[in-house]
C-alpha cells in the first residue's frame, strides 16, 4: 500500500497569489484521487474475500482408522459360599461338648460336636449279647450237624454191605433186616439234613446279630458330628446340654448345631440378560471388581441355567471367584464386566459421525478440497466411543464428526480435525 500525502493549508494560500504554483497542485490532487481509489479497491475485494470465506461451514472431522473394539456387559451380583450346610444330628441326644464357635476355620473330618446318649450303652450291650448268644447257637448246631453226619455215614454203611450181600446170595438175610437197615439209613440221613438246616438258621441268626451290633456303633458314631468339608462356622445353633433331635425325626422340630460354609471360593450369580445370552460361554474370564474393599479378583464363568426366567427375562450365571486369603466374605456385591463382542484392527470413526435415517446409515465424508459427500456405511459392532465401519469407507478417510444438520453432497466447508475423546465429550455436552 502506498502512502499519499496531503499538502498543507500554506501552499493553497500560495497558490492563491501565483497561479503557476496552481497547476503542481492539480497535478498532486490527481494524484491523491488515483491513489485513494486503489486503496478503496483494494479494501473493497479484502472485505468481499472476509465475507465469502464467512459464509464456509467450520466443521469438526475425524479420520478413519483402525482400532481394537469391544463390546462389554457391567453387572452386578452378591457372593455366595461355594457350598453351605446346617450340620444336624443322627440321632436324639444331648449336646455334651461343642467344639467350635462363629468365625472358626475347620477341616474336613474334624469333630465339632459330641453328643450323649444315655440308652446307647445299653443298646451296644444287648447287640454285643445277642452276637454271643447267636455264635453260640451256630457252634451247638455244627456239633449236631457232625453227630448226624456220622450217624448218617455208619446207618448207610450198614445198609450197603446188607444190600451187597443179599445180592450176592438171595435169601441169606432176611428182607425184615433188609428194611430194618434202609429205614436207619433213610432216618439218619433225615436227621443230617435237619442238622444242615439248623445251622444254616443259626449263622443267619448270628449274621443279624451282627448287623445289628454294626447298626448300634454306626449310630454310636453319629454322636460326634464331624466337618463335611473344609470352612469356616457361620452360625452356632445350640450351646452345652442343649436337647437335639435326629435330624431324620421331624424338620419342625430338629434343631441344627451349626452352619458351616466353603468360603474359600465363592460363587457369583449374576443376572444376564436375554439379548446377551448367546454371548455367554463356560470358562472365560472375567474380572470381579469389589467397591467395598476396593480390589479386583479374577474369576472364570463355571456354569449357567440355560434357561431364561420369565419374570426378569435373564438366565443365571455362575462366575467362581477364589477366596484363598479370606479377603471376600459372603453377602458382599461385586461388578463384572463381560466382555460379549470383540473386534481386533477394526476399521472405525467416532459414534458421532455416523447419521442413521431409517434402516440405512451414512456418513458426510470430507475430500481434500473440503468438499461433502455423503456415503452409505454398513456398520459393525459399537463401542460406547467407536463405532466398526465394514464396507462403505476406507481407512484415512476424512469424516464430519457431531451435527449434520445443513450439510448435503457438494456442499463446501472447512474441516477441523479433533480427536475421538473430544467427540464423546461434545456428545456429552450435546455437542
Known sequence: MHECYVPGRKIIERSRKNPFLLAPFLLLALSIASCGGQNGDAAGREATVGAASDAIPVVPVAKVSRADLSND??????????????????VSGYL??????????????QVLATLEIPEMEDDMTRAAAAVQAANADVTTAQDDLRRATASHEIAHLSYTRIEDVN??????????????VHSRDLESE??????????????EHSQMALSEQARVKTLEKYTQIVAPFSGVITKRYANKGSMIQAGTSSQTQAMPVVRLSQNNLLRLMLPVPESNVPLIRSGETVQVNVPAIGKTFPGRITRFSKSVQTSTRTMDTEVDVPNSGFALVPGMYAAVVLRTQQRTNALSVPVDAIDRTGETANVYAVDPSGVIHVSQVKLGIETPQQTEILSGLSEGDTVVVGRHSGLQEGSKVRPKSISVSESSAGKAHGG
Open 73 to 90: 456387559l457391567s453387572l452386578t451380583g452378591e457372593f455366595l459360599p461355594y457350598q453351605e450346610v446346617d450340620l444336624m444330628a443322627k
Open 190 to 203: 433225615a436227621q443230617l439234613a435237619m442238622a444242615q438246616s439248623r445251622l444254616r438258621s443259626a449263622e
Open 96 to 109: 455334651q461338648t461343642i467344639r467350635v464357635d462363629i468365625g472358626d476355620q475347620v477341616r474336613e473330618g
Open 167 to 180: 445180592k450176592k446170595e438171595a435169601g441169606l438175610v432176611p428182607k425184615q433186616d433188609i428194611d430194618v
